[in-house]
């Protein structure tokens, strides 16, 4: 089983950055592919980025690339999102999932969800 609970949400002008944390706790952590997805009011759950077991692969939806980051620590089983060049658009509930096979754009191929965390971006 793998426990996740994400923190580090806020309200920020754009332009400006924040780092989401998840924390996970479970002892087959290391053993699963992580992603983080936003979900705006009124719009499906979006994939944002998600990085393999190892930390050595990571992708990223189209609307962060270049701007967001994703990254791992197994030893202390944390998974960050750092935001940077935040736009009013970026405005979404952030989740952090896991995912016992790969990484998927899907949502519904994620196992373990933690309870969202909220970003805010004011113009």
């Known amino acids: 089983q793998v426990q996740l609970v994400e923190s580090g949400g806020g309200l920020v002008q754009a332009g400006g950055s924040l780092r989401l944390s998840c924390a996970a706790s479970?002892?087959?952590?290391?053993?699963?592919?992580m992603g983080w997805f936003r979900q705006a009011p009124g719009k499906e759950r979006e994939f944002v980025a998600g990085v393999s077991w190892s930390g050595a692969t990571t992708y990223y939806g189209d609307s962060v690339k270049g701007r967001f980051t994703i990254s791992r620590d197994n030893t202390n089983n944390t998974v960050y999102l750092q935001l940077n060049s935040l736009k009013p658009d970026d405005t979404a509930v952030y989740y952090c999932?896991?995912?016992?096979?790969?990484?998927?754009?899907?949502?519904?191929?994620?196992?373990?969800w933690g309870q969202g965390t909220q970003v805010t971006v004011s113009s």
């Open positions: 479970g002892r087959t952590f290391r053993s699963y592919a």
């Open positions: 999932a896991a995912n016992s096979l790969v990484i998927t754009r899907s949502p519904r191929d994620y196992d373990y």
